[in-house]
């Protein structure tokens, strides 16, 4: 069972990626700046892990050239349904808000890797089987801004569906800025802080009170830059395993182009292959 | 189903279309998408003497129509990719062909002396192009002097088929493309990049690490289809046309400007099964048009 698990920074072998033409079940806007996509396939959808991506192609803008790398929001395998979670930032994401319903998505998926602690197929090792010096987390702190929040809510979906109960922390400006809490609710104890005191603990992510009260043992983190470095400062500190993922400007997506590497130990690695999520003692960060 | 088969010099390609250094890994993170063997070539990323850690991110900007990129020639140098890359290539049964570029004269041609002696490479292509690097690359690139005293010392030194890759940041590229063909060159290839820039206007600040970087997309095709249409007049060897082909369509405006075989490259991007389509492209048209031979088209222009 060890060997099916999915190490962070490796890059499994067998895992096949696809070009597709997925079909749009619905694009609902959560809110004046994201919109949360839907898609489906007739056939299966592909093996994917929490903290892979997907590059759609924008069509219909002019000004686009480039695929966009969005994050894995969600799979329902039920219903057969990748979800999307999009801030409309510029003319491509803008362009995708106009999706309707049964539009086609081309996407290429899955890419890059997930995040430690989760898992290929089959089930999830559960802390007892696995033991506390296993390569997952017994007690994970999944900590979320704006649209990073994105990628955890799958992993914490996976998490919980193996038996381990994850902690989301989430951070936003204001209350009305929060997404998709009822989501996150359902898999996990969802703990929130806002810039303006409007919505759980006042401050940023790393101010709140459960960072002194209680002790994780890895930290999964996705969000704006200072949001993650504040975080990877605070794991250091605490000797807490960490793992961030970042979404530096891409082309390829394939580890082709070289365009979206980051500073590592290892020297210069391409997010959407090495990465997108890396452990913290990886980075080269000043933290 | 027409004959697609082409010769650069010695080289036999099976069909016309290649992939062009930088966009196409080693061409094993495509082999999802589509046969590796059934495009005529591949053209391994740009490979030099020593490791090179390439220029700060951000690397990239995104431009109407294409992109700017300033990687400045990432790479683990030659020793790690014949011991490391080769082995994981050389049964790929196509021409892999490794782009090569160095700092000096004696540079390119100790890379290249490394590169001849791999069994299964039948071909380099010779970066005196590349705009992202501060020591050489284009600096022997767009003089006919620098150009020819690279082709000379490489050609000294390597004993396959030599193609030499130009920029198009020059005044009159058919000088360079007589240059290098006088040295000894088997084929050109052309364009690289065309320098440009951009900038963050709310940042005041240029967009790329190092201010500049390499033009590339549907945005330069019709430069480049304009300098393959002239260097293909100039010399005699054959010539390969690149920049912003996307399209069978485009490819074979390239073949009828005179570019005996073309290169794919950020087009690999948007789609990375691009280059098959493009060979299946090529020879529907020919079939419907009732050509026999892709040698039918070439250079009819």
């Not at chain 2, 900007?61 to 020793?79: I, R, Y």
Request: with cysteine.
């Amino acid at each position: 069972m060890r060997n099916n698990l999915y190490l962070c920074g490796q890059i499994r072998k067998d895992m096949k990626k696809y070009v597709l033409d997925l079909r749009v079940v619905s694009v609902e806007q959560i809110h004046a700046r994201y919109v949360l996509i839907k898609l489906t396939d007739n056939q299966e959808l592909p093996e994917m892990l929490p903290g892979q991506f997907v590059e759609v192609r924008v069509d219909g803008s002019p000004t686009t050239f480039l695929r966009r790398p969005i994050s894995i929001n969600y799979v329902d395998r039920e219903k057969n349904e990748l979800w999307l979670l999009i801030a409309t930032v510029g003319d491509g994401t803008r362009q995708l808000a106009q999706l309707q319903s049964g539009d086609l998505l081309n996407c290429i998926l899955p890419l890059g890797n997930g995040f430690k602690g989760t898992l290929g197929p089959g089930p999830f090792v559960p802390p007892e089987v696995r033991g506390t010096k296993g390569p997952g987390p017994n007690v994970p702190l999944l900590i979320g801004g704006g649209v990073g929040v994105a990628p955890l809510l799958y992993l914490g979906a996976e998490m919980a569906k193996n038996g381990i109960k994850p902690t989301f922390l989430l951070g936003a400006r204001t209350k009305n800025d929060l997404l998709m809490l009822e989501e996150f609710k359902k898999y996990g104890r969802v703990l929130i802080t806002t810039e303006d005191g409007s919505e759980g603990e006042k401050g940023f992510v790393t101010n709140h009170s459960l960072l002194q009260q209680e002790r994780f043992d890895c930290i999964y983190t996705c969000g704006p830059t200072p949001m993650m470095k504040a975080v990877a400062r605070y794991a250091k500190q605490t000797n807490i395993d960490c793992e961030v993922s970042l979404e530096n400007l891409m082309a390829c997506g394939l580890g082709a182009c070289l365009c979206c590497v980051e500073k590592t130990v290892d020297g210069n690695l391409c997010v959407c292959k090495d990465g997108p999520v890396f452990n913290i003692n990886q980075l080269l960060w000043q933290i | 189903m027409a004959n697609l088969e082409v010769k650069i010099g010695a080289l036999s390609l099976k069909n016309p279309v290649m992939t062009a250094s930088g966009t196409f890994g080693y061409g094993l993170e495509f082999a999802d998408f589509m046969p590796l063997d059934g495009i005529g070539g591949i053209i391994v990323k740009g490979t030099t003497l020593k490791p090179r850690e390439g220029n700060d991110y951000p690397r990239m900007a995104e431009t109407a129509s294409g992109m700017l990129n300033c990687v400045g020639l990432q790479n683990k140098g030659v020793d790690y990719f014949c011991e490391h890359i080769y082995p994981q290539i050389k049964d790929i049964d196509t021409n892999m062909i490794v782009n090569v570029s160095g700092s000096s004269p004696e540079d390119y041609a100790a890379c290249a002396a490394k590169i001849d002696a791999l069994e299964k490479i039948p071909a380099i292509e010779l970066n005196i192009s590349c705009p992202n690097v501060k020591d050489g690359g284009m600096a022997f690139g767009v003089t006919c002097a620098g150009a020819s005293s690279v082709v000379k010392a490489v050609r000294q030194a390597y004993h396959k088929a030599l193609i030499v890759k130009l920029s198009p940041n020059v005044t009159d590229i058919t000088e360079i493309a007589r240059a290098v063909e006088a040295e000894g060159a088997d084929s050109v290839s052309l364009i690289n990049t065309l320098m440009g820039m951009a900038i963050d206007i709310e940042k005041r600040k240029k967009v790329l690490s190092i201010g500049t970087g390499g033009l590339s997309g549907p945005a330069v095709k019709p430069v480049a289809l304009r300098m393959v249409y002239q260097v293909a007049k100039a010399v005699k060897i054959p010539v390969i046309g690149l920049g912003g082909i996307s399209s069978a369509k485009d490819a074979i405006e390239f073949l009828m400007a005179g570019a005996t075989a073309i290169e794919i490259g950020t087009a690999n991007f948007l789609d990375p099964a691009i280059s098959i389509k493009v060979r299946d492209g090529i020879d529907q048209w020919l079939d419907a048009h009732g050509y026999a031979s892709i040698q039918e088209i070439i250079g009819v222009i």
